[in-house]
C-alpha cells in the first residue's frame, strides 16, 4: 500500500474520514496509529496504519505537522469539513479547560473567549473525542469552510438497568452497618441516662454528697469512677472510630466503582446510537447471582463488559492479574475469568430460549488514576481513554441476524425490567 493509499483510507465509525485528513488535523498521532496497527479489526486500516506509522519514523515526523501558512484568497472552495456532529451539536459542548471550563463552545466562539489557538489546542489535546469534532467543526466555521452535517441517526444510545448495581447495594449496606454500630454505642448510654433520671427521685435518703466526697474514701471512689468512666468512653469511642473509619474507606471504594461504570456509560452515550442498546446491571436466573456490570448489545453481536477501577498498578498476562505491592502479587480473582463466565452464563442463558449467540467478553478498565499494562490477554481489556476507538473499532458490517438482535433485545429487557420492579 502507498502512503497516498493509506492516507484515503477512512478511520473508525465514531470519527469515518481519511487518515491523512485527520493527521494534518493532529486528530491521528503516533499513539493512536500504534493501537490502530495493532487491534484494529478492519485489515485495511491496520495495514494503511503501518504505513504511516512507517513513513513517521522514516521522515522523523514523529509530532503531526504544523498547519500550513494560510496562504492569498483562491477562487476554488476549501474542502468540506465532516467532523462527524453537527454544528449545532459541536456548539453546544461544553469546553473542558480552564478558565472558562463547562462554558458552551458556540458562545466562547463567538465572543472570542476561545481563540484558533484554543481551538488546534483542543483538537490535539482534548481525551474527550466529542471535544475534538465540536473545536475541528467551529474552526471551519470561522475559516468559512463549507461543513457536512450527518445523516439523521437511530437517536440517541438506549440504557436500561436491572437495579442497583453491586458497588451501590454494597454501600446501602455499609452504611447500614455503621448506623447500626453507632446505635448499638448510644443506646446503653441514653437508656442509662434515662433510668438515673427516673431513679434519683425514689433513692433513700442518705448522708449529703458533700459529707461524702470530702471523706478520704469517698474522694478515692469519685476519682476511680470517673477515670474508669473516662477510659472506657474513650476507649469505646477509639474503637468504634476505627470501625468507622474502616467502613468509610470500603464506602469511597465502592462509591469510585460507581462512578466508574457512569463514566464508562458517559462514554458509550456519546459514541454509540440507538442501533446499541446498553443493560447495566444485569442479573441472571440460577444459583449465581452476582450481575454482570454491563452487556452491550448491537449490530455487530453481544458484548458482557466487567468494569474495573482498582487502585494501584496492576498488569494483565493471558488470564492472571497482578498488582505491584514490593513484587508483582497475583490477585486471586481474576477479572479476565470472571467476565469470561459471565460471558458463558448470558450464552446459556440465550440458548435457554433457542438463540445461539456468542457473547463476546471485555474487561474495562475505569482508572485513569491507576496504570494497566496488558500481554497476551485472555480477553480484551479496554482502557477509558481508548474506549471512543475501540468501540469505533467493533461497529463493523453486521453480523448477527435483525430477528436474533431483535429477541435477544425484548429478552434482557423483559429480565431488567423484572429485576428492577422486585428490587423497588
Given at each position: ?266 462514554v458509550m452515550r456519546q459514541n454509540l446510537d440507538g442501533n446499541w442498546t446498553l443493560f447495566r446491571n444485569v442479573t441472571l436466573p440460577g444459583r449465581n447471582k452476582a450481575d454482570i456490570d454491563a452487556v452491550l448489545v448491537g449490530p455487530p453481536g ?25 513484587n508483582w502479587k497475583l490477585l486471586k480473582s481474576s477479572p479476565s475469568r470472571q467476565v469470561q463466565d459471565n460471558a458463558v452464563r448470558l450464552s446459556n442463558f440465550f440458548k435457554a430460549d433457542g438463540l445461539k449467540q456468542w457473547v463476546t467478553p ?63
Amino acid at each position: 500500500m502507498s502512503l497516498e493509499e493509506a492516507r484515503s483510507v477512512l478511520w473508525l465509525r465514531n470519527n469515518r474520514r481519511p487518515l491523512g485528513d485527520l493527521l494534518d488535523e493532529r486528530f491521528l498521532n503516533q499513539s493512536r496509529l500504534e493501537w490502530a496497527a495493532a487491534k484494529a479489526y478492519d485489515l485495511k486500516l491496520k495495514q494503511a496504519a503501518a504505513v504511516l506509522l512507517d513513513w513517521m519514523k522514516r521522515t522523523s515526523a514523529l509530532a503531526p505537522q504544523k498547519p500550513p501558512v494560510p496562504s492569498p484568497p483562491r477562487a476554488e472552495p476549501l474542502p468540506t469539513v465532516d467532523a462527524g456532529i453537527t454544528i449545532e451539536q459541536a456548539r453546544a459542548i461544553l469546553w473542558p479547560f480552564k478558565p472558562f471550563r463547562n462554558q458552551p463552545m458556540g458562545v466562547l466562539v463567538d465572543t472570542r473567549q476561545v481563540t484558533f489557538k484554543d481551538l488546534a489546542y483542543a483538537i490535539e489535546n482534548a481525551w474527550d473525542e466529542r471535544v475534538r469534532q465540536a473545536a475541528i467543526v467551529l474552526m471551519a466555521i470561522r475559516l468559512n469552510q463549507a461543513v457536512k452535517e450527518p445523516a439523521p441517526s437511530a437517536g440517541p444510545l438506549r440504557v436500561l438497568s436491572g437495579g442497583r448495581s453491586y458497588a451501590e447495594r454494597r454501600q446501602l449496606f455499609l452504611t447500614l452497618i455503621q448506623g447500626t454500630i453507632v446505635g448499638a454505642v448510644l443506646s446503653p448510654t441514653v437508656l442509662l441516662l434515662i433510668w438515673l433520671i427516673i431513679r434519683l427521685p425514689t433513692l433513700p435518703p442518705g448522708k449529703p454528697l458533700a459529707e461524702i466526697i470530702t471523706s478520704p474514701s469517698g474522694v478515692f471512689a469519685l476519682v476511680t469512677v470517673i477515670a474508669l468512666g473516662g477510659g472506657l468512653v474513650w476507649l469505646s469511642e477509639y474503637l468504634v472510630g476505627l470501625v468507622l473509619s474502616k467502613l468509610d474507606k470500603q464506602i469511597d471504594n465502592y462509591r469510585k466503582g460507581q462512578e466508574g461504570e457512569d463514566q464508562v456509560v458517559e462514554v458509550m452515550r456519546q459514541n454509540l446510537d440507538g442501533n446499541w442498546t446498553l443493560f447495566r446491571n444485569v442479573t441472571l436466573p440460577g444459583r449465581n447471582k452476582a450481575d454482570i456490570d454491563a452487556v452491550l448489545v448491537g449490530p455487530p453481536g453481544v458484548y458482557a463488559l466487567e468494569i474495573k477501577t482498582f487502585t494501584g498498578e496492576y498488569r494483565n498476562i493471558g488470564e492472571h492479574w497482578e498488582v505491584r505491592a514490593d513484587n508483582w502479587k497475583l490477585l486471586k480473582s481474576s477479572p479476565s475469568r470472571q467476565v469470561q463466565d459471565n460471558a458463558v452464563r448470558l450464552s446459556n442463558f440465550f440458548k435457554a430460549d433457542g438463540l445461539k449467540q456468542w457473547v463476546t467478553p471485555v474487561v474495562v478498565w475505569a482508572n485513569r488514576e491507576s496504570p494497566v499494562s496488558v500481554e497476551n490477554p485472555m480477553v480484551a481489556v479496554w482502557t477509558l481513554d481508548r474506549l471512543p476507538e475501540e468501540l469505533g473499532n467493533i461497529w463493523q458490517d453486521q453480523t448477527m441476524q435483525e430477528s436474533a438482535h431483535a429477541r435477544i433485545l425484548e429478552k434482557l429487557t423483559a429480565l431488567c425490567q423484572e429485576r428492577d420492579e422486585g428490587a423497588d
